[in-house]
């Protein structure tokens, strides 16, 4: 009978007590989030890895590879620069080098020169895995 009652007051314990958790946080520490998110917020460009998968200064060549990429990759946006004299294309937009290398060997099967790049871009832009 005893462990009966004290299976029953322990369960009338634990189901009664409703916990509350209170943080109390520094003023300094409070500002400092605040500010940090601030920054944040304000700063919509962020170094990221991509694949630049040719650089050259023929722009059919060019035109070529965007085409060839895209018979393989449909799903995949490439974006092209003219930094003279050179046309490059880009793929991609990876937060670490990591990310992108099970994605980098798929693209050398078609691109043996294609090589991993970093450049600041918009977050909007990463490939999220």
Do not use: C
């Not at 400092?32 to 890895?49: C, G, T």
């Not at 060997?105 to 909007?124: D, Q, S």
């Amino acid at each position: 009978m005893k462990i009966v009652l004290a299976i029953l007051f322990s369960l009338f314990v634990v189901f009664g007590l409703k916990a509350q958790v209170q943080i109390q946080e520094e003023e300094s520490i409070r500002r400092f989030m605040l500010d940090y998110e601030r920054v944040n917020a304000e700063n919509s460009k962020q170094k990221a890895w991509k694949i630049q998968i040719i650089a050259t200064n023929d722009r059919r060549k060019m035109e070529e590879a965007i085409s060839k990429f895209e018979r393989y990759f449909p799903d995949h946006e490439t974006n092209w620069s003219h930094e003279n004299p050179y046309y490059k294309v880009k793929v991609g937009a990876f937060e670490t080098k990591e990310d992108l290398y099970s994605f980098l060997l798929t693209v050398k099967e078609h691109f043996r020169g294609a090589i991993p790049v970093v450049e600041n871009i918009e977050k909007a832009e990463l490939v999220r895995t």
